[in-house]
């Protein structure tokens, strides 16, 4: 039987899981307050499929709690925005779980095992600043800067 689902010797950094992957770009259809994308690595099983428990309605609620965070929306706010941007796996709306985990036992005390960590997204997004220069006259003395944030879709919680 022929494979369908390519094979490559590429890794993606930091994702949960070992051995072979799948990988897609995806755009949602639906439309939110600021542009959105989705990158997935979703590991492939010996049987040649792809793994993957995350359901659209997941990543629509995800999207969608970040953009109405009122931390966020502040962010927005303040400055011009674009590029809502959220990495998923298998079964998880971010990539790499222990990065995850070290960075809210620093902000957010607990108990996270792999199980609790599923709620958890990471989510980024682009600001503009202008930065004070006399050397660059606007439009040229404008800076981006990457945002990223985690959000529990299933408690509200939020850490940056």
Not at 69 to 81: E, L, N, R, S, T
Not at 106 to 119: I, M, T
Request: glycine share 4%; with cysteine.
């Amino acid at each position: 039987m022929e494979e369908l689902i390519a094979r490559t010797q590429w890794k993606t950094g930091g994702v949960w899981f070992e051995g072979p992957e799948w990988h897609a770009g995806l755009t949602p259809l639906k439309k939110y307050a600021l542009p959105a994308s989705i990158s997935a690595a979703f590991p492939i099983a010996k049987s040649g499929q792809i793994e993957t428990s995350i359901t659209a309605m997941e990543i629509d609620e995800a999207i969608e709690a970040t953009l109405k965070h009122p931390w966020v929306k502040k962010c927005i706010a303040d400055k011009p925005a674009s590029d809502l941007h959220l990495p998923i796996t298998g079964d998880r709306l971010h990539w790499n779980s222990e990065e995850l985990q070290k960075h809210l036992s620093q902000v957010l005390p607990g108990d996270y095992n792999p199980e609790s960590l599923r709620a958890w997204a990471e989510l980024s997004f682009k600001s503009v600043e202008e930065v004070e220069t006399p050397l660059l006259p606007p439009p040229h003395n404008r800076t981006h800067k990457m945002t990223r944030i985690f959000l529990n879709i299933r408690t509200g919680q939020f850490a940056h």
